[in-house]
């Protein structure tokens, strides 16, 4: 049997075409995609029934490491390559039954849209990255980069009790649809210096937190200057493969500065994400600015790229 699969041949070259669709593996299950992001309760002994509304989750984690032993899923280096499915911009998805052990497929209540379950997966590494830095009450917090992710760090860090959050973007239009999101201040660059805007904007003293959500060496370098002494800046964005940022080690050293990498979620931690998702009182809405069909994958690209869209979801089987 045939179905419709978005396949990458290279940079810039995504062809969605018909594809044999997947075959079930004895232990595992078919899962037919009604609602995928466009980027990137314990249920392991539950039988799947045909017509089930279930979430898949991406990551890969083996559970027998140390490190997800201890709790860091995140860091687990003992992936097996086909856990994750074969591939989520397409009509259906092989689920070995090995990921369904693992704890890797969730169930989507009645009264929740397949759309916005699909936030449950761009949701876990904010959600993991503003637990783990304890964004909380009465901070004041920078981000750079208005794309959808710093869109979810801002409506998460207000939900945390943030006091102040501070975005930082290039872009106009992104900046302007950030501040749905709880933003108090924006900060465009190509028109001011960020780092003298958020030092006005905290009467000099620096923001508490400041993470870097965008692919630039340069945001990563002015980062530090814009967050207090005894501060946590984060590089969660990553930046083009190789390339290094030149960063003032004798400010951090003086300032007493935290700095923190920050790349994916441990389990418990996605699996909270997704329970935010789901949750009613959280606005998914606003976060889906289009939803289209898998035929339409590219001009999804182009929306996201621009800036004009702030989430991108395609449904396969429109
Ligand atoms: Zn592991």
Redesign the pocket.
Do not use: A, G, R
């Given at each position: 049997m045939k179905m419709k699969a978005a396949m990458m041949y290279g940079p810039n070259d995504i062809r969605v075409e018909m594809v044999e669709r997947p075959s079930c593996p004895i232990d595992g299950l078919v899962l037919k995609i009604m609602a995928v992001g466009l980027c990137g309760s314990d249920i392991r002994n539950l039988t799947y029934q045909i017509g089930d509304r279930l979430f898949l989750f991406p990551g890969t984690?083996?559970?027998?490491?140390d490190?997800?032993i201890s709790g860091h899923?995140e860091n687990?280096?003992?992936?097996e390559k086909d856990l994750a499915g074969t591939g989520g911009f397409a009509q259906y998805v092989a689920v070995s039954g090995r990921k369904i052990q693992l704890g890797g497929i969730y169930h989507i209540p009645e009264d929740v849209t397949f759309e916005a379950a699909s936030l449950g997966e761009p949701l876990t590494s904010v959600y993991a990255c503003l637990e783990n830095i304890r964004v909380g009450y009465g901070d004041t917090l920078v981000i750079i980069g208005a794309g959808p992710i710093g869109c979810f760090m801002a409506q998460l860090a207000k939900l945390r009790g943030a006091q102040t959050v501070i975005m930082v973007d290039i872009n106009e239009k992104r900046l302007e649809m950030s501040r749905e999101f709880g933003v108090d201040h924006l900060v465009n660059s190509a028109e001011k210096d960020p780092i003298e805007a958020v030092n006005q904007l905290t009467g000099r003293l620096g923001a508490d937190k400041v993470i870097s959500a965008n692919p630039s060496n340069a945001a990563q370098a002015q980062s530090i200057f814009m967050v207090k002494k005894g501060g946590i800046v984060v590089f969660f964005g990553g930046v083009p493969k190789g390339s290094l940022t030149e960063i003032d080690t004798n400010y951090i050293h003086y300032s007493n500065i935290w700095i923190k990498g920050h790349f994916g979620a441990s389990y418990i931690q996605s699996k909270r994400a997704y329970e935010l998702a789901i949750d009613k009182n959280f606005p998914s809405h606003k976060f889906i600015t289009h939803k289209l069909p898998l035929d339409k994958i590219n001009d999804g690209i182009e929306l996201t790229r621009s800036g004009e869209a702030i989430k991108v979801v395609l449904l396969p089987q429109d």
């Open positions: 984690y083996c559970m027998e490491c490190d997800c899923s687990c280096t003992n992936v």
